[in-house]
């Protein structure tokens, strides 16, 4: 899925369960709308904070890909069946100029 098709599903109100599984300082700088943080190396163990049954899309990504490929993994071998991977990840997104939400303020002082 690409990350303007998703944002259409976000905008359209019937999103799938978006899965952010880069660390909690990436996340909190900005990630996909209605995203659920789970860094990849805790999916298996937090299967029940995800919304949505194992038959339903499942919307994952990260940075570039590799995480998201593990936490895929993940997901399929606990019964997963419709594992996708936003094209790109927030790579492609950020480069696409798209929306994001964002938990941290940067302040900081010019010297």
Do not use: N
Request: proline share 7%; hydrophobic share 40%; charged share 20%.
């Amino acid at each position: 899925m690409t990350p303007t098709e998703l944002l259409a599903e976000i905008d359209a109100g019937h999103p799938p369960a978006i899965l952010d599984v880069r660390s909690a300082w990436e996340f909190k700088r900005g990630h996909v709308p209605g995203a659920l943080h789970l860094p990849f190396w805790t999916v298996g163990a937090h299967l029940a904070e995800i919304s949505t049954a194992p038959d339903q899309p499942v919307v994952v990504y990260c940075g570039h890909g590799p995480r998201a490929w593990r936490a895929g993994g993940a997901l399929r071998r606990h019964g997963f069946t419709q594992v996708i991977y936003l094209a790109g990840h927030m790579h492609a997104w950020r480069q696409a100029g798209l929306r994001e939400e964002c938990q941290e303020r940067r302040t900081g002082t010019m010297t």
